[in-house]
């Protein structure tokens, strides 16, 4: 009798252990699917937000030198809750006319950001690190550079750098 009520409480430990687990497979997985939707939530409002800045941009060419000819109170006054760490806008000819930059750097290679204008197709580069990288001090970001055309004609390039670390910071209080 004794040897039986120890085979039933191993079966009985073994069965809540591996329900244990089950659960807990089941919770990561859940945190895993909201983390890939809020992602995608926020990529795709990022790339919305960088597109229209860059169409409100396109009203004027972009000559270079002369960043005083565009309205850049669009750009200085971007709203905090896209959490952007920078903006560069380009003439035509790829030269700087006007940046903010919280690091002080681009990220941007001139030779992105020529590829950018000689396709032009509007480049996107997603970095956020995998869900065990909540803890981590891995820097969550999106790059987007859009081309700007006035009047059919190339004009210049808006490049935007945003943070995605509020998408660690959602998932942190759900």
Known sequence: MARTSGLRTEILTTITLLMGAALLLGGVLMLRLTEQSLLEQKTSQLRLTTTLIAQSLAGKPLVAGNADAYDLNKLKQLPEELQFNGWWLYDRDLSLLASFSSDGVSSFTPSRRQQVRLS???????????????????????????????????????????????????????
């Not at 580069?125 to 981590?136: D, M, N, R, W």
């Not at 969550?140 to 081309?147: C, T, V």
């Open 120 to 174: 032009g197709q509007p480049f996107e580069e997603i970095e956020f690190p995998s869900l065990l990288g909540i803890f981590s001090q891995t820097y969550a970001f999106a790059h987007f550079i859009q081309p700007i055309y006035h009047k059919g004609h190339f004009a210049g390039l808006l490049a935007i750098n945003y943070s995605l670390d509020d998408i660690r910071y959602h998932l942190l209080l759900s």
